[in-house]
């Protein structure tokens, strides 16, 4: 049985109809054709309130649609499920509250997509001092695919900092 859906989840009457139903949207979003995408993107446009479970439904093995979809179609989801299309943002516990603010727990969906800026830094800091030469950084912004411009505004061309490096980065 597919956990997640229920007859308050979708409009399907039941059973064998809603399998197909299902079925058919795991494949949609595992599908990289654009029109698949295009698809994707109508019937989301047109379930918004229902975007979250979507996303969310979970086949047999426990695989969430949002995990299994392609990067396209992930995308879109998150644009309709995540806070700026990328934080999942818990509602129901807050970190801190006071007469004029919540303050509310978030996940960054987008973080394990991105490199990992410090230990990019130390792959390249060759002799290890905590400081990336001119021709280290050259290399950085290269194998990251970072203008080396942006990085050299920290510090005129001289050496940067880790500090200053992972700032540049962001």
């Not at 949002?66 to 807050?94: E, P």
């Not at 801190?96 to 800026?117: G, I």
Request: charged share 25%; with cysteine; glycine share 6%.
């Amino acid at each position: 049985m597919v956990r997640g859906m229920n007859s308050e989840t979708h409009d399907c009457a039941s059973g064998t109809e809603m399998w197909h139903t299902f079925y058919s949207w795991m494949t949609l979003v595992a599908e990289t054709d654009n029109k698949c995408v295009d698809i994707v993107t109508a019937i989301l446009d047109a379930r918004k309130d229902d975007a979250q479970k979507l996303a969310e439904l979970c086949d047999a093995s426990g695989r969430r649609v949002v995990d299994i979809a392609t990067s396209q179609c992930k995308k879109l989801l998150l644009s309709y499920t995540q806070f700026c299309g990328r934080y999942a943002v818990f509602l129901n516990s807050s970190e801190h509250r006071s007469a004029t603010s919540v303050v509310l727990r978030a996940e960054d969906y987008c973080q394990e997509s991105q490199p990992d800026f410090s230990k990019s830094f130390d792959q390249f800091d060759s002799d290890k001092d905590g400081f990336l030469e001119p021709k280290e950084l050259g290399k950085a912004a290269q194998s990251l695919g970072i203008c080396v411009k942006l990085l050299q505004v920290c510090d005129s061309g001289k050496a940067v900092s880790r500090h200053e490096f992972l700032g540049a980065c962001k």
